[in-house]
């Protein structure tokens, strides 16, 4: 099964990479080989600008929102469309570019992120439900706390801990 997946994946990528080649050399034959490749160049120069203009926050906050089942506002939404659509401008192809455009219309990239996150969540999460079912419906096991920290203390704090611990230490 895990080689028909390679497969299938191969497959639709090297359909896609034919895809842009083509599309590449109709619109240079249209437009000529000059103005293509200006599109192409402002195409990705525009995709670096928008993703170094954004950062990763608006995943972690989009996942986060996600998981509590709270919805999307509208800035998360727009942030993480943002980064998308400068990702897929970065790629070379008009393909891609194209669809990166299409992300950046706001009822679009709603209805877009919500359907992929949709089957993204019914994919990933039934394999994972049913992978750890034991620890997911199993009351035996006790309240599972699952979360991530961020360390606050400082180097100089640190220090005056370790001093104050050595001290008890000498104490006793």
Not at 47 to 52: A, D, H, L
Not at 85 to 114: D, E, N, Q, R, Y
């Amino acid at each position: 099964m895990q080689k028909s997946i390679m497969r299938s994946f191969f497959f639709i990528f090297l359909v896609f990479i034919l895809t842009e080649i083509l599309v590449i050399i109709a619109v240079s034959n249209i437009l000529g080989f000059g103005i293509t490749f200006i599109l192409l160049v402002t195409s990705t120069a525009l995709g670096i600008w928008m993703c170094r203009s954004g950062d990763l926050r608006p995943f972690n906050h989009a996942k986060i929102h996600y998981i509590q089942g709270v919805p999307f506002d509208k800035q998360v939404l727009g942030n993480a469309g943002m980064l998308v659509s400068g990702f897929l401008l970065i790629v070379p192809g008009f393909v891609t570019s194209f669809i990166g455009l299409v992300l950046l219309v706001p009822g679009l990239k709603t209805f877009i992120f919500h359907k992929v996150l949709w089957c993204v969540s019914e994919k990933l999460l039934s394999k994972h439900t049913k992978h750890n079912a034991a620890f997911s419906y199993d009351e035996s096991v006790g309240t599972v706390v699952d979360g991530e920290y961020y360390e606050t203390t400082t180097q100089k704090h640190k220090e005056r801990s370790n001093e104050q611990y050595h001290k008890n230490l000498d104490k006793s």
